[in-house]
């Protein structure tokens, strides 16, 4: 696996265990209302669809363990299969752009985030750094 891509699974699961530990019920409820929100479904559309072309079966292959680790670490933590889901699909929109591009900005915002050991909804915390900048540290 690519080493960014691998030092960025070992953060975002590293991140995960702490963040997962501070959920309850409501908050879950919480966070996957305010994902549904326009400006946030919207900013990840966008970005999804800014790499969605430029993806691979190779790539995809590469990231899918972790994906499926991600998937059922949240799952057991939270027993939310729709939160599992959009975390899971975070770590791959950050992938993408990581692999591909690393000049998005709201992309850089969603990993930030996750860093600071929060799951991104609504406002996300404000990165000044690309992708590779967040996981080099």
């Not at 991600?70 to 959009?86: E, G």
């Not at 709201?106 to 600071?116: E, G, I, N, R």
């Not at 750094?129 to 967040?134: G, V």
Request: with cysteine; glycine share 2%; aromatic share 10%.
């Amino acid at each position: 696996m690519n080493q960014e891509i691998e030092k960025l699974s070992q953060l975002f699961l590293k991140s995960l265990d702490s963040t997962l530990n501070h959920l309850n019920h409501d908050l879950i409820d919480e966070i996957l209302d305010s994902r549904d929100i326009y400006d946030f479904s919207q900013n990840w559309n966008n970005a999804y669809y800014d790499t969605k072309d430029l993806m691979t079966d190779d790539f995809e292959r590469m990231i899918k363990d972790v994906r499926e680790n991600i998937f059922v670490s949240v799952m057991r933590k939270t027993h939310s299969d729709d939160l599992s889901a959009y975390i899971s699909d975070d770590f791959e929109l950050i992938c993408n752009h990581l692999y591909l591009k690393d000049d998005n900005d709201w992309v850089a915002s969603l990993l930030a985030t996750y860093m600071a050991h929060k799951v991104p909804h609504g406002d996300l915390m404000i990165s000044q750094k690309r992708i590779s900048e967040l996981i080099k540290g």
